[in-house]
T-cell receptor
Framework: NAGVMQNPRHLVRRRGQEARLRCSPV?????VYWYRQLPEEGLKFMVY????????ESGMPKERFSAEFPKEGPSILRIQQVVRGDSAAYFC????????????FGQGTRLTVV | QKEVEQNSGPLSVPEGAIASLNCTYS??????FFWYRQYSGKSPELIMS????GDKEDGRFTAQLNKASQYVSLLIRDSQPSDSATYLC????????????FGQGTTLQVKP
């Protein structure tokens, strides 16, 4: 009974490269959320997706960031042309339904931009 | 005004004492409330969920909700050094896109 799986756990990218972060939700969960956490700071909401739909992307930067959750396969958070300020921990959470159901987190991807 | 507010702490309590963690939220229509624990360098772990006014107990943890005062709290009885962590309050607002909004978290230190 696997939980939320994120990979890679650690990712190092040079400035200007692309970063792809993957999230496989708990089996049976169709809702995925992405959060960013800077050192010593709280969790900042980025985007909420259902299968094949973006429900709320109000926390996503307007440029360079995109997310998808296809019908088959994991959810992907993509950051193009990374900059040093993108260095952070990116967490994915999943829930069975949206709204008031409990969400469970993956182990996160630590992105370092050098 | 922040949507979810917590005192960042640190809150320091002696081992065996009751730790009381507090959270206020701005959206009066919010219906769903959660407490997560996050150890340093780790991911958040769900501890409690609460949806109705009153108390909800689970082992050493009690969540309290007062919607009229827009206030949620978490009590940890018989605190242990292993409870030392950051505790995050999270709320789903009335707009109900399902977006979980987190407070900044309160750091708890339990001294042996």
């Amino acid at each position: 009974n696997a939980g939320v799986m994120q990979n890679p756990r650690h990712l190092v990218r040079r400035r200007g490269q692309e970063a792809r972060l993957r999230c496989s939700p708990v089996k049976g969960h169709s809702h995925v959320y992405w959060y960013r956490q800077l050192p010593e700071e709280g969790l900042k909401f980025m985007v909420y997706l259902q299968k094949e739909n973006i429900i709320d992307e109000s926390g996503m930067p307007k440029e360079r960031f995109s997310a998808e959750f296809p019908k088959e396969g994991p959810s992907i958070l993509r950051i193009q042309q990374v900059v040093r300020g993108d260095s952070a921990a990116y967490f994915c959470a999943s829930s069975r339904q949206g709204g008031d159901t409990e969400a469970f987190f993956g182990q996160g991807t630590r992105l370092t931009v050098v | 005004q922040k949507e979810v507010e917590q005192n960042s702490g640190p809150l320091s309590v002696p081992e065996g004492a009751i730790a009381s963690l507090n959270c206020t939220y701005s959206d009066r229509g919010s219906q769903s409330f959660f407490w997560y624990r996050q150890y340093s360098g780790k991911s958040p772990e769900l501890i409690m969920s609460i949806y109705s006014n009153g108390d909800k107990e689970d082992g050493r943890f009690t969540a309290q909700l007062n919607k009229a005062s827009q206030y949620v709290s978490l009590l940890i009885r018989d605190s242990q050094p292993s409870d030392s962590a950051t505790y995050l309050c999270a709320v789903i607002g009335s707009g109900n896109t399902g977006k979980l909004i987190f407070g900044q978290g309160t750091t708890l230190q339990v001294k042996p």
